[in-house]
């Protein structure tokens, strides 16, 4: 995406998609489920003969388990990835014959609350095998092997032993996780693949899972039985190396709730961090960290950061994010889109997630996941 200053052409709305019905809103989160069905139809295709699941942990990644869960289902989806057990029981709330894996494995004494809601754990160590084997009859489980992620999964020298163990289970599915599938030249990738052909031929007849988003476009295509895209999913751009694949789900609006012209000298916000070099108009959006604007996106005289866009104008955020507010510089954007009560785009079409993130220090997955309980919520497209 570019980060110029300019007009963005040619489709950004001076106002939210959905226009907010009640005045007192300042912030407007829409999440667009029609784009989230259809980037799973894309995945899939992208799959070819694998079955594409979802990865929903973490609220759908700040988006909304339910809404986004039964979207999915609608569009075809029936293997689901949660972080926990309690994320796993909400899931199973929204649908009661989806496989539903729990990626955190046995959490030890979890067993009656993972049978209870028909859950999967992915087995990460020999330890976990053991106690979800005495657990039940031939309990179903994921088996983690450790690839090099150095974090869950069985290590690859230990598969005969799980193999031997899982016996006394019924495992349903063998996985592995990549380290930086996002790197499309990483030669760990390879290495990576490699290691997992080698457990894996271990439990011949068993479906076999490594791809998250990224993992999907390598060229080695290590697809196996079942893909499991996340961040993909929910807009968040799986190839940095090149154009985005796939549609924006996310849409953050944040209303101007007061202007004023500044003198060049005068600083803006805490600490005074960002000195105007010339006369400006400013705004003060009803937004901050407390509702997962990063205060990495300061902007400070040496270092510009976060952005929005006004009018269809880019404008850069000036000072420290504070909790509840950024302010931005919109001497540049049109005047009649600047005015108090105005909305601005925080993400959209306009401002992609992996700007926002470049911008802030961060990452896309932070700047979805940490989207805040503040915002009012918009469901559009199913
Ligand atoms: C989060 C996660 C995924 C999904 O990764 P994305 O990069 O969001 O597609 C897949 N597998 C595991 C084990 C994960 O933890």
């Not at 339910?66 to 709330?93: D, I, K, W, Y």
Request: with cysteine.
């Amino acid at each position: 995406m570019g980060v110029e200053m300019g007009i963005i052409e040619p489709a950004v709305r001076l106002r939210p998609r959905t226009e907010p019905s009640d005045p007192a809103e300042t912030g407007v989160l829409s999440v667009d489920l029609a784009a989230l069905a259809d980037n799973w139809r894309t995945m899939t295709r992208l799959a070819g003969s694998a079955e594409c699941g979802a990865v929903v942990k973490a609220d759908a990644y700040g988006l909304g388990l339910a809404p986004a869960m039964r979207a999915l289902l609608s569009a075809g989806c029936r293997t689901f990835f949660v972080a926990n057990v309690v994320e796993g029981e909400a899931a199973r709330a929204v649908s009661q014959d989806a496989a539903i894996y729990v990626l955190d494995g046995l959490v030890p004494g979890a067993a009656r609350r993972l049978f209870a809601a028909d859950l999967v754990p992915a087995l990460g160590s020999l330890g976990e095998l053991d106690e979800w084997a005495t657990a039940g009859r031939k309990p179903k489980a994921a088996i983690h092997f450790d690839t090099g992620m150095n974090r869950f999964g069985i290590p690859i020298r230990d598969a005969a032993q799980a193999a031997e163990r899982a016996r006394h289970i019924a495992p349903t599915l063998v996985m592995s996780h990549f380290v930086s599938a996002q790197m499309r030249d990483e030669p760990r990738n390879e290495r990576q693949i490699e290691a997992f052909l080698d457990a894996r031929a271990r439990f011949a007849d068993i479906p076999a899972s490594m791809a998250n988003s990224s993992a999907v476009f390598l060229p080695q295509r290590p697809h196996f039985d079942l893909v499991r895209p996340g961040y993909a999913l929910f807009g968040g751009n799986p190839t940095p190396y090149a154009e985005c694949p796939v549609r924006p789900v996310a849409r953050l609006h944040a209303r101007i709730l007061s202007t004023r012209e500044i003198e060049p000298g005068a600083t803006v916000g805490y600490d005074g961090l960002w000195t105007a070099p010339r006369r400006a108009r400013i705004a003060t959006i009803g937004v901050g960290y407390a509702d997962g604007v990063p205060v990495g996106a300061t902007a400070c005289d040496a270092k510009p950061a976060g952005e929005a866009l006004v009018g269809g104008v880019r404008c850069p955020f000036v000072g420290r994010v504070s909790m509840d507010y950024v302010v931005l510089d919109v001497t540049d954007a049109p005047r009649d889109a600047a005015q108090r009560g105005d909305w601005v785009e925080l993400l959209g079409d306009g401002v992609c997630i992996e700007d926002a993130a470049a911008r802030a220090g961060t990452i896309g997955y932070e700047i979805l996941t940490r989207l805040g309980a503040r915002f009012s919520r918009r469901y559009a497209g199913i």
